[in-house]
């Protein structure tokens, strides 16, 4: 159970709102369950009309300011380039560690291997692998300028294909006021590009199938997140078919107005 101390904690690392779901899934915990420890920290936590929520105060008293003096500067951007740096290097790390297979003499798969060793789950390790391949994939474009400064920004660029990640990028670089975007920035600029994409590769008519003797068959287009998630909730039920799966939940929502 995700102890409500780790919810206070991330949600304490956002400026602004985040949503429940885009928390749940940072925290790789149940979304209900999140929403109850959201619930459960009262008035130190609100939350918007969009089931978005932020803490309202700051948790740890702040000092009084007080100026640096050029050496703390330069050892204080030197450390912060290291902090940014850091999930560069660890994805960089287990690219190599997976394509070398360097896990072979204790472990049968790297899956196995980097939950053991690090602590990391499948997707965890993947996300970071990733964002090191997206920034390579950016410091190719010569007009960024930004780089990616957190794991969960590249997860977004990380969802268009090589050709479309860069102007993701550097609109969302614009976005944010041409300074490094927050990972809620890029997610709103990815999905926009990715239902153009979507809408663009779209037959313009639905597409029937009529076998005679048989009923109509009725393909249906969605992108592969959804299909993935689809296909997830078909075998978590035992459905023998995606259609079974959908017309399930269809019925189940049917249950509930009534």
Known sequence: MISIDLVRDELSRYNGYISVVEL???LEANTSEVRQ???ELGNRVQSNEQDEWRTTGNLVHRLELSPLSALEIEERDKLENTVQQAFLLAGQSLKTL???RLYRETH?????YVKDRFGYTKRA???LIDAHEVV???KSEPLVHFLPTSERQCREVAKLPL???SQAWLASVEKAGNKVPSARIVKEVVNAIRGKLEMESKPSTEKIVRTSGMETEYLIYSDKETYEMLEAYRLKIGAA???GAIRRLLDGERLQKH
Do not use: C, G, P
Request: overall charge positive.
């Open 24 to 26: 749940a899934m940072v």
């Open 37 to 39: 420890r959201l619930n």
């Open 98 to 100: 997976r394509e070398k």
């Open 108 to 112: 049968s798969t790297f899956e196995s």
């Open 125 to 127: 390790a993947y996300y």
């Open 136 to 138: 390579n994939n950016l």
């Open 163 to 165: 050709e479309q990640q």
């Open 241 to 243: 078919t995606k259609n």
